[in-house]
């Protein structure tokens, strides 16, 4: 994990703001780190940015003690599970990570509202497709199983066509980060979500 120590340490120096509001905080990996006005879209809650680029569930986990519970938010938004299963991490590996990072999240903040957003199917990574839809579906499993203040927002299905293939508008030019186009589906079915959880 120690590749991580210098975007952890500047997120751990953000100042921790207090604007009245319900706080979100989303934390993650670069889906999250690269959404550059994403602090400034929802003008209704206090939300913070708490992801760190190239980041896995298993580094989430690792660092949140560090990161997240300094800002004490109402709600978490949790994007991570494709690099893990891009470095070759299992399914169920991924599957592990979510629970332990969950425990965490449950000890420290207690019973708040966590939503976790489907690893998406990106054009350079679909032939993980297999592993990314069963970490999915084992994750969904367990949220379904255990729905108190637990969410799972399916945004896998979303970036899809009715065929089944990727929406390749969806990406930029690399086929693995968000364009515009799909940062903007992102705020759409975040933003509804959000509804629900407070």
């Not at 921790?16 to 994403?38: A, H, I, M, R």
Request: net charge neutral; charged share 20%.
């Amino acid at each position: 994990m120690y590749w991580y120590q210098k975007d952890v340490e500047t997120i751990e120096a953000k100042p921790v703001k207090d604007t009245g509001e319900q706080k979100v905080v989303f934390y993650g990996s670069s889906s999250f780190t690269l959404w550059s006005n994403l602090e400034e879209l929802f003008p209704n809650y206090n939300v913070v940015n708490l992801a760190f680029g190239g980041s896995t569930l298993a580094a989430c986990a690792w660092f949140f003690k560090r990161i997240v519970p300094q800002h004490q938010p109402q709600a978490i938004f949790l994007y991570a599970g494709d690099n893990d299963i891009s470095d070759g991490r299992t399914p169920e590996e991924v599957v592990l990570f979510f629970l332990q990072l969950l425990a965490e999240i449950r000890q420290l903040l207690g019973n708040i509202p966590v939503c976790y957003i489907a690893i998406k199917l990106s054009p350079t990574r679909k032939h993980l497709k297999g592993s990314i839809e069963f970490a999915n579906n084992c994750i969904k499993s367990y949220v379904n199983d255990n729905p108190d203040n637990l969410h799972f927002l399916d945004l896998y299905t979303s970036m899809l066509d009715a065929k089944g293939k990727i929406k390749k508008d969806l990406y930029q030019p690399d086929g693995l980060h968000l364009s515009v186009k799909g940062y903007a589906l992102w705020y759409k079915e975040i933003e509804k979500k959000l509804l629900t959880m407070l």
